[in-house]
């Protein structure tokens, strides 16, 4: 497995925070691309795009041609050609091969993935949610996610970003699941890598509380009915004992 990455180039802008005493505060423009292939036939893989402190702008689909905003509202304030990242992938593949002929062929040691799973917001049964899948730490940049809820594959609506590149040259990668909670639905998110013989997996479920049960419901039902029936019960002995105090108090003194 051999793998390019472009020269970042981080681009410092500076933002000014309104107010007394302003404070001026860097953002960063990243520039991020890579080129790797495997021995073998068709297994090379690419990417490139634009990351805004760390969150992406836009990222190129290269067997389209196609530049792919992660906002439509991008779009509209900006524009990129696809066709200089093709031009630059080109360059970056030549430079690879230039790089694997110079080298010994030895293969860097493959990291696995960290997964982790959670909803995006609080969990309610049957209002609409997202549901997160987050692989972290590992290379190279080649990793499979896939969805299933009560063990069947979901596809409907799946979102993966691109990958991102950590500051220690990992990689992170989110797949995003729209879903509506169902109570007693499990669902799961596999990442296939390099690095694990076999798939990553996490399970989750909707963490909600359990509706009582009609014996519940009816036990519940007889102690609130006992409790009433016993301060009733009290009210009137407390009444009665009070009508008694006072008919002794008027109770005319011997002569």
């Known amino acids: 497995m051999a793998v390019l990455s472009g020269a970042a180039v981080p681009l410092l802008l500076l933002g ?53 905003w992660r906002l439509p509202e991008f779009g509209r304030f900006a524009s990129f050609e696809a066709q200089g990242a093709l031009q630059n992938m080109a360059v970056g593949k030549q430079n690879l091969e230039v790089m694997i002929g110079n080298s010994n062929r030895s293969q860097q040691d493959f990291v696995t993935p960290e997964l982790a799973l959670f909803p995006a917001e609080a969990v309610s049964l049957e209002e609409p949610n997202v549901l997160i899948c987050y692989a972290d730490k590992f290379w190279p940049p080649v990793a499979t996610m ?19 590149r950590r500051p220690d040259l990992l990689f992170r990668k989110f797949s995003y699941l729209p879903f509506v909670p169902q109570r007693g639905d499990v669902y799961s998110c596999a990442v296939r890598h390099w690095g694990a013989e076999g798939p990553v997996q996490r399970m989750w479920e909707p963490e909600v509380p ?35 105090r006072n008919a002794a108090n008027r109770q005319p003194g011997l002569l």
Do not use: M
């Open 16 to 68: 000014v925070l309104g107010g007394v005493g302003a404070v001026l505060k860097p953002h960063v423009l990243l520039q991020a691309e890579f080129y790797q292939r495997s021995e073998g036939p068709n297994k090379a893989w690419a990417q490139f795009g634009f990351h805004f402190d760390a969150d992406e702008l836009f990222h190129v689909e290269l067997d389209a041609a196609q530049t792919v």
């Open 146 to 164: 896939e969805w299933r809820r009560n063990g069947a594959v979901v596809s409907e609506g799946v979102y993966d970003s691109v990958y991102y």
């Open 210 to 244: 359990e509706p009582p049960s009609e014996s519940s419901a009816t036990l519940w039902c007889a102690v609130g009915l006992a409790v009433g029936i016993a301060g009733i019960a009290a009210g009137t002995a407390l009444i009665l004992r009070a009508v008694r």
